[in-house]
Nanobody, 127 residues
Framework: QPQLVESGGDLVQPGGSLRLSCTASGFSHDYYSLGWFRQVPGKEREGVSCMDRTGHSTNYADSVRGRFTIARDNAKNTVYLQMNSLKPEDTAVYYC????????????????????WGQGTQVTVTS
């Protein structure tokens, strides 16, 4: 059974940085796009960033572009989200997800397309 486990969430001051990790087991990145999503209470889950199955194509939400970077380590079967210049509005539960696909581009506009989800990790940005 494929599993995704996130870690790295924490409480941080505005302007600070965090790196989230998502370790996958039970499937190969070769056939899955990987995405990071976030959700705050009362709002829909929103896409933050994604990477296609080859690792060559990435996408970012406008609100995080230039501050967040998605990366992966195939040897560790892990995808990362480096978050810099954090703002209070980045506060949310962050989830990683995997979508089975043969496409070489990723999408994050429809969380429902993703097949597997982690349990989430809390990121709180506050002074």
């Amino acid at each position: 059974q494929p599993q995704l486990v996130e870690s790295g969430g924490d409480l941080v001051q505005p302007g600070g940085s965090l790196r989230l990790s998502c370790t996958a087991s039970g499937f190969s990145h070769d056939y899955y796009s990987l995405g990071w999503f976030r959700q705050v209470p009362g709002k829909e889950r929103e896409g933050v960033s994604c990477m296609d199955r080859t690792g060559h194509s990435t996408n970012y939400a406008d609100s995080v572009r230039g501050r967040f970077t998605i990366a992966r380590d195939n040897a560790k079967n892990t995808v990362y989200l480096q978050m810099n210049s954090l703002k209070p509005e980045d506060t949310a539960v962050y989830y990683c997800a995997a979508m089975a696909t043969l496409q070489t581009e990723c999408v994050m506009s429809l969380p429902s397309l993703y097949d597997y989800w982690g349990q989430g990790t809390q990121v709180t940005v506050t002074s």
